[in-house]
């Protein structure tokens, strides 16, 4: 029998990948997708998926879809607390063991509200290996360590009946495959900034660094994962070792901006290639969220570095995808448009 899948965020640029990715790769699955809005050409896309409508507070709605599958993949919002409670306590409904592989984020290692370092290099690396302790006792305050923290719990609490995993991505970069948003994060909301500011710009010494993958590096390791899940588990870490980080590669934020600004100034898009320094108040308010937060020393002047030592030993993980160098061009321009 083929294994019952259940994903949510497929619309989004990291979950619409996956989607599209275990599709292409594994017709025979039998995947359910939580989808408030339809795209258009969803079902012309993707004529065997199963959809179920409904948005990450429809509790009943998740926790039965989750319930009637064998691997739950949760994507989009990192932090929504109602959306993992209504998963786990769909897939403890099962009789048998069901699979939990969550999306967060390397904001929980970043270093952005400690001030130690922001604008210049914090020489702690993490691995998700060596350090996993660290990283599953992060202060509550990090960004995605409340929804971490439920996972974690549960798999503790019901590890006979409940495998979980949680993906923590770098920065990401590269146009995703799936039916809805195709950029990153990054880029655009970097683009976004210099235009408002009139140049590429750090703050500090502007030797902050933070690891990227490119997306098509990350969906390595997702396939692995879901993979691994499909098959019963074997090949895999789970519970609370079940951390993987996934990065290839890391940049500091002036030679980001340098390159940025090489790219747009050959593009007419700027005056001057050379980045500009900019205050520290300045850098926070570079970028907002919808709901009004300031974390634009998330984004632009802290460091957040990590090694994906995980995946390469259980599955062989060598990046192979292009450099972020040689794809910051195309990101750029396609958050231009």
Known sequence: MAPKIFI???????????????VKRHPEYDVTALLR???????????????IHGDYDSF?????????????IHNGNSDHEPSINALITGLLRRTDPGFLIH???????????????????????WSDIDNLDEITSRPDRELHRNVDKIIQTAAADHSDNLRTAIVCPPDIYGPGRGPGKTQSAYMPAFLDAIKKLGAPFYAGEGTNTRSWVHIEDLMTVYLKIIEAAAAGG??????????????????????????????????????????????????????????????????????????????????????????????????LLAGAQ
């Open 60 to 72: 009943d709605v998740i926790a039965d879809a989750a319930a009637q599958a064998n691997v739950v």
């Open 103 to 125: 999306l967060s984020g390397t904001g929980i290692v970043a270093d952005w509200q400690e001030k130690t370092h922001v604008g210049k290099l914090n020489p702690k690396i």
């Open 234 to 331: 074997e090949g895999a870490d789970w519970g609370q070792e079940g951390y993987y980080f996934a990065s290839s590669q890391e940049a500091s934020q002036i030679d980001i901006a340098k390159a940025a600004g090489n790219i747009l100034k050959s593009h007419g898009m700027i005056d001057s290639a050379e980045p500009k320094a900019i205050s520290f108040e300045d850098i926070a308010a570079a970028y907002v969220t919808r709901s009004g937060y300031r974390i634009g020393t998330y984004m632009f002047a802290a460091n957040s570095r990590t090694r994906a030592h995980r995946a390469a030993k259980l599955f062989g993980y060598e990046p192979s995808a292009p450099t972020l160098w040689e794809s910051m061009e195309a990101d």
């Open 8 to 22: 949510t965020g497929g619309t989004g640029y990291i979950g619409g990948t996956v989607l599209d990715t275990i």
């Open 37 to 51: 809005n339809v795209p258009d050409n969803f079902s012309t896309l993707y004529p065997n998926v199963n959809v």
